[in-house]
């Protein structure tokens, strides 16, 4: 089935290819500025973020006021600057230097490990370094892949999303989960929407649990009980 999926995504939406690779590091700080916000605005403030400042060790030495005017366009300035340079700093402490290229010579597990004990980096950070930077078979979980795969039924309801990026790539092949990755994500931006599905127009109807429930329109009925009883 996932396989199917796979294939039915692509048929759909056309070549399922990954962003564009970047250093590690830079993945680091563009995922952190992609936190509630559009590609379109990330993009933005990482431009912004690079043009005024010519090295990372620039970024972590700079007053955090200018950091964070340098990624206004990206949004929650205030709380995005400190995390980055918080980053930054745990790295250069480390390493004695802003860079990680060592990552591309350790294990997947070693990779998550170390990335995991940098503030503020959890399961999708780590996972969108390993699989965007490092080209490993890791599969992001966002906001985006985990609500349709809720409701294709392939993680359970109330599942953190730690657990979620366990559970999503034991289910999805390595081969593949970059490319599941991307496909769920443009299924959940244009059809799998918060709110109402668009269940009549999603390529994984056939074997999604929730189709039926929306095309019944037991859906609305159910997101009123759900709203009177809370």
């Known amino acids: 089935m996932v396989r199917k999926a796979h294939r039915l995504l692509e048929k759909r939406f056309g070549p399922l290819d990954p962003p564009r690779r970047l250093d590690p590091v830079e993945e680091l700080i563009l995922t952190v500025l992609s936190q509630n916000t ?7 403030a990482y431009a912004s973020l690079t043009e005024r400042f010519r090295s990372w060790q620039e ?5 955090t006021e200018e950091v964070a005017d ?20 745990a790295i250069d402490d480390r390493e004695g230097r802003v860079d990680l290229g060592f990552l591309h010579r350790m294990s997947d597990l070693e ?5 995991r004990t940098l503030p503020g980096v959890g399961p999708k950070t780590a996972a969108c370094v390993l699989a965007f930077s490092l080209e490993r078979p ?15 039924g392939w993680v359970p309801e109330r599942t953190t999303v730690e657990r979620a990026h366990e559970v999503m790539e034991q289910l999805v092949p390595p081969a593949i989960r970059v490319t599941m990755h991307v496909g769920l994500i443009r299924l959940g931006r244009q059809v799998c929407k918060p709110g109402r599905p668009r269940c009549e127009e ?7 649990p929730t189709a039926p429930v929306v095309l019944s329109g037991a859906w609305e009925k159910r997101v009123a009980s759900r709203k009177t009883s809370g």
């Open 59 to 63: 970024v972590l030495d700079a007053p």
């Open 70 to 89: 340098a990624i206004r366009p990206g949004g929650l300035a205030n709380t995005k600057a400190p995390r980055i340079q918080a980053i930054l700093r």
């Open 111 to 115: 990779v998550r490990e170390y990335l």
């Open 138 to 152: 890791a599969l992001p979980v966002d906001t985006h892949v985990y609500r349709t795969a809720v409701r294709l």
């Open 38 to 44: 559009s590609d379109v605005n990330r993009d933005r």
């Open 202 to 208: 999603c390529p994984l109807q056939e074997f999604c």
